[in-house]
């Protein structure tokens, strides 16, 4: 563990206290639970960040896309592992869970497990153990990352939600309410017009840009606070089981999948296949907080799972570092 990423994952931790001494002392409003009317200011700053930051983010990050150069054979054996995870997270949970009960549960649970803090961990960590060309790739990992599991996660928990509302009718009904509430959607939407934006060649005006690149910026620091508070207004979980079989999966598992796939399915090798491998075991990021709190389902569980798979790192990131160096 080099001591950029030491420092990293410390201002990680100061700027996640800062937010529950906030909530704590409730200078923002006291929780809806509490007794206060409407939202509380925890799921007040997560709509601010799901509806106007990420959006910012995602539309500018797909429109300036050079989808030409991109090392499609280092995509796809790092998204196809993660993308298996996923979809086996979310059918063992729908399994266990009834459609018209908590039908949100299952993607919830699938994001945790497989949406990683690529950026304030996963680029001081590329670059400091990588350098230059080791974060390249990481950085065309993260370029798409978000685009693609928060899009596939929408899908699935928007058809859920679909088929929890008998009243809504048959299956045509059942699709057609899927795909506009998917397409039309504070995710899916700004990536489709990113991508359209990006086909017929159109570079974002640069007041546009600037625009975007400020409102993208305040993510980092406005999720990060949002951990905090969360933990403040929602309290940890009673049950540490699930919580440490979600950090569990995503540490051990989810890296053991994408080494396996990649380096002997793939034929992967050398660099690229160290930085997706480390990739995969980053710790959960702090947009599955921000989709629990949308789907309002499990914000506490999700909230200690990203804590604690942050703490853990630092055991684990050493534990995948040797294995790597070994093969």
Excluded at 75 to 95: D, E
Excluded at 121 to 133: D, R, T
Excluded at 144 to 160: F, G, S, W, Y
Excluded at 272 to 283: C, H, Q, R, T, Y
Aim: aromatic residues 8%; glycine residues 8%; positive net charge.
């Amino acid at each position: 563990m080099t001591g950029l990423v030491f420092y990293k994952l410390l201002a990680i931790f100061i700027a996640v206290a800062i937010g529950w001494f906030v909530g704590r002392m409730r200078w923002l409003g006291a929780s809806a639970s509490a007794g206060a009317e409407g939202n509380d200011p925890a799921r007040v700053l997560s709509n601010v960040a799901f509806y106007i930051f990420v959006p910012a983010l995602l539309f500018r990050t797909t429109a300036r896309l050079d989808l030409a150069s991109l090392p499609w054979l280092t995509l796809a054996a790092f998204f196809m592992p993660v993308l298996l995870l996923l979809l086996l997270v979310y059918g063992l949970q729908r399994w266990r869970h009834q459609v018209t009960e908590a039908a949100a549960v299952p993607s919830v649970q699938a994001i945790t497990v497989t949406f990683g803090n690529t950026l304030q961990i996963g680029v001081p960590l590329a670059a400091g153990i990588f350098g230059e060309a080791g974060l390249a790739i990481h950085i065309t990992v993260i370029s798409l990352h978000a685009l693609t599991l928060l899009t596939v996660l929408t899908l699935l928990v928007e058809l859920d939600l679909a088929r929890a509302r008998p009243e809504q009718g048959g299956l045509a009904s059942t699709l057609a309410l899927t795909v506009r509430n998917t397409v039309i959607h504070p995710v899916v939407l700004p990536v489709l017009a990113g991508f359209v934006l990006n086909s017929i060649g159109m570079a974002l005006p640069t007041v546009l840009d600037e625009v975007l690149q400020m409102l993208g910026t305040a993510v980092v620091p406005l999720c990060l606070t949002l951990i905090g508070m969360s933990l403040a207004y929602y309290g940890w979980p009673r049950a540490w089981r699930g919580v440490l079989g979600l950090a569990a999966l995503k540490l051990l598992v989810l890296p053991a999948l994408v080494l396996v796939v990649a380096h002997w399915g793939f034929g992967l090798a050398g660099l690229p296949l160290s930085v997706i491998v480390m990739v995969a075991a980053l710790p959960t990021g702090s947009n599955a907080l921000i989709f629990a709190q949308r789907y309002r389902c499990q914000e506490g569980e999700t909230t200690a799972a990203i804590v604690a798979s942050t703490l853990l790192f630092v055991l684990t990131a050493p534990l995948w570092l040797a294995v790597l160096s070994a093969i």
